[in-house]
């Protein structure tokens, strides 16, 4: 289980008021798109929905980060996914997700969102997740607080399972889910219900303005980078159901994740832990 480590560094006000700009922009860019209707639709991998606004977004990010941080590092989804070189995760670098739900976006559903996250040293110390249909903006820096649209934001309280909602998600590769579904059976025999957004960046700021109470799945680093800081910042843990190897920072491992508010994160780590995937 990882806790968010304070650092001091004055420039990162300026970075997350620059990532919050960015994200309005992109947010702008999208939300567009969609009331025009003027974004084309394919596919990478044969299976997950990919969209031009995507990579128009995507393109937009990068420029503008690039433009204002040109010594910096850029992992994004759609352009530089390949983080294989686990060392290229401590330095400076931001995490994008130009747009996390796709597939939601795609289908004319308001949970979408645009995820930024700054690191550093393999620690997340920035994280902006902006949704522009709902006008939502999710933030987070190291040392303060966790804010939606201006406003501190907590974790919730509940502490039981019996009463906790809960969310997941399952994988564009259809042949995993069937070992996936007997963690949901147990997991909805034991919580209040199960909710599936369609977007991890959501979901985990959920849990993060006590929406949520709990949120778990495997992911890769864009899609939870930002909002895991937010959740953080709220008062929420997070850890891995199977540990984090020792190469990859544990803030952008994404495999097996778990997010929760202090008093179910051990009650659902154990119900979780029975049933692996």
Not at 151 to 163: G, H, V, Y
Not at 192 to 200: E, T, V, W, Y
Request: proline content about 6%; some cysteine.
């Amino acid at each position: 289980m990882e806790t968010e480590h304070i650092s001091t560094h004055p420039e990162l006000k300026q970075y997350l008021s620059q990532a919050i700009t960015i994200a309005r922009q992109a947010g702008d860019l999208i939300r567009s798109a969609r009331e025009e209707q003027s974004f084309s639709q394919g596919y990478k991998a044969g299976h997950e929905l990919v969209t031009s606004a995507d990579l128009k977004s995507d393109q937009l990010i990068r420029a503008l980060l690039q433009l204002a941080f040109p010594e910096h590092a850029i992992l994004s989804e759609e352009s530089s996914p390949d983080h294989s070189d686990a060392s290229t995760l401590y330095q400076p670098i931001w995490i994008i997700d130009p747009i996390d739900g796709t597939v939601n976006y795609a289908h004319g559903l308001p949970q979408v969102a645009i995820s930024i996250a700054y690191a550093e040293r393999g620690e997340v110390k920035v994280g902006v997740v902006y949704n522009p249909f709902l006008d939502e903006l999710f933030t987070a820096v190291a040392g303060e607080p966790a804010q939606l649209n201006g406003k501190d934001i907590r974790a919730s309280e509940t502490a039981e399972l019996k009463n906790a909602l809960i969310a997941t998600g399952f994988p564009y590769d259809k042949s995993l889910i069937p070992t996936l579904l007997p963690r949901l059976h147990q997991v909805l025999n034991n919580c209040q219900d199960i909710r599936r957004m369609g977007s991890a960046a959501i979901d985990i700021c959920y849990v993060a303005a006590g929406r949520l109470d709990a949120y778990y799945e495997s992911v890769s680093p864009w899609d939870f980078a930002a909002a895991r800081l937010i959740a953080l910042r709220a008062g929420a843990l997070a850890g891995h159901l199977d540990g984090c190897p020792d190469h990859i920072p544990p803030a952008l491992y994404g495999h097996q994740i778990l997010i929760a508010n202090p008093a179910l994160y051990p009650l659902l780590q154990n119900l979780l832990k029975q049933n692996k995937t």
